[in-house]
T-cell receptor
Framework: AQSVTQLGSHVSVSEGALVLLRCNYSSSVPPYLFWYVQYPNQGLQLLLKYTSAATLVKGINGFEAEFKKSETSFHLTKPSAHMSDAAEYFCAVIQGAQKLVFGQGTRLTINP | DTAVSQTPKYLVTQMGNDKSIKCEQNLGHDTMYWYKQDSKKFLKIMFSYNNKELIINETVPNRFSPKSPDKAHLNLHINSLELGDSAVYFC????????????FGDGTRLSIL
């Protein structure tokens, strides 16, 4: 069954620095992959999705992710962190064509 | 207008009580979901409905009963609440089943005393 693993439960970067949040997937078929963000006391908001159209996917708020089949990875990046990026980030995969399965989440902290 | 709205936002109650959480979406989507997020932020699907038909029931205790009166609503009723039910419950919707992105409500924080 398809699954995702997020490496690092907590990532801390300085404002203006590169953000890199790691996600590896496990799937025997081409996966549908997503990144969601959760701000405090809010629901999840879609950042971007991979549906096999292009390996480099651009999302909202300056985030992007690259699908690398050889590394089974779908890491999320942003060139320059803003204070407003502080949140919980979830990688997710569609399992069995029906069910969204989430990684354990990565809390991103931005230092001034 | 809020796309996916849940009520109430907070629910504090005693063990053994019965409570309901309501969810409504105004996106015209066919599919709705309930998720549970535990204290470690882990998110797990509980149920999904497509056109009012139950599609996914993820080994949730039968004290939890979802009800979908129409495509725009998916309510969650919980009987005989237990301490372990304390969590944040999220409702979500998508255009259809499968790879379509899901839109989430802001959650209902359930606290059992």
């Amino acid at each position: 069954a398809q699954s995702v693993t997020q490496l690092g439960s907590h990532v801390s970067v300085s404002e203006g620095a590169l953000v890199l949040l790691r996600c590896n997937y496990s799937s025997s078929v081409p996966p549908y992959l997503f990144w969601y963000v959760q701000y405090p006391n809010q629901g999840l908001q879609l950042l971007l999705k991979y549906t096999s159209a292009a390996t480099l996917v651009k999302g909202i708020n300056g985030f992007e992710a690259e699908f690398k089949k050889s590394e089974t990875s779908f890491h999320l990046t942003k060139p320059s962190a803003h204070m407003s990026d502080a949140a919980e980030y979830f990688c997710a995969v569609i399992q069995g064509a029906q069910k969204l399965v989430f990684g354990q989440g990565t809390r991103l902290t931005i230092n001034p | 207008d809020t796309a996916v709205s849940q009520t109430p936002k907070y629910l504090v109650t005693q063990m053994g009580n019965d409570k309901s959480i309501k969810c409504e979406q105004n996106l015209g989507h066919d599919t709705m979901y309930w998720y549970k997020q535990d204290s470690k932020k882990f998110l797990k699907i509980m149920f999904s409905y497509n056109n009012k038909e139950l599609i996914i029931n993820e080994t949730v205790p039968n004290r939890f009963s979802p009800k979908s009166p129409d495509k725009a609503h998916l309510n969650l009723h919980i009987n005989s609440l237990e301490l372990g039910d304390s969590a944040v419950y999220f409702c979500a919707s998508s255009q259809e089943l499968g790879w379509q992105p899901q839109h989430f409500g802001d959650g209902t924080r359930l606290s059992i005393l």
